[in-house]
């Protein structure tokens, strides 16, 4: 709406105050939607949404993978321990 409707106003600014106050969302937060639109549009320079979203994942899964791998050498070295203190039976 603020694209089709910047022309109307004075600037862009007034164009989010003014849509902002009628859909019930404060100027800012229809600012930055409008910017993460054009973004992702390609309007505008930055990281779409879908990027950054699987950026977002893949770091989580990357935090999970570190997560599993220390407790799995952690398990690891306890069992190794345990298999040396076990004693030897001929």
Same mark, same amino acid.
């Given at each position: 709406?603020? *694209?089709?409707? @910047?022309?109307?106003?004075?600037?862009?600014?007034?164009?989010?105050? $003014?849509?902002?106050?009628?859909?019930?969302?404060? !100027?800012?937060?229809?600012?930055?939607?409008?910017?993460?639109?054009?973004?992702?549009?390609?309007?505008?320079?930055?990281? !779409? $949404?879908?990027?950054?979203?699987? *950026?977002?994942?893949? @770091?989580?899964?990357?935090?999970? *993978?570190?997560?599993?791998?220390?407790?799995?050498?952690?398990?690891?070295?306890?069992?190794?321990?345990? @298999? *040396?203190?076990?004693?030897?039976?001929?």
């Amino acid at each position: 709406m603020v *694209l089709e409707h @910047e022309g109307e106003h004075a600037s862009r600014w007034a164009a989010v105050v $003014s849509i902002s106050s009628k859909i019930g969302c404060t !100027p800012q937060t229809l600012h930055e939607w409008v910017k993460k639109a054009e973004i992702d549009s390609g309007k505008r320079s930055g990281v !779409p $949404s879908e990027v950054s979203d699987r *950026l977002k994942a893949l @770091e989580r899964e990357n935090r999970e *993978l570190r997560q599993a791998n220390e407790i799995l050498r952690k398990a690891s070295a306890y069992f190794a321990q345990a @298999e *040396l203190d076990r004693r030897y039976k001929p």
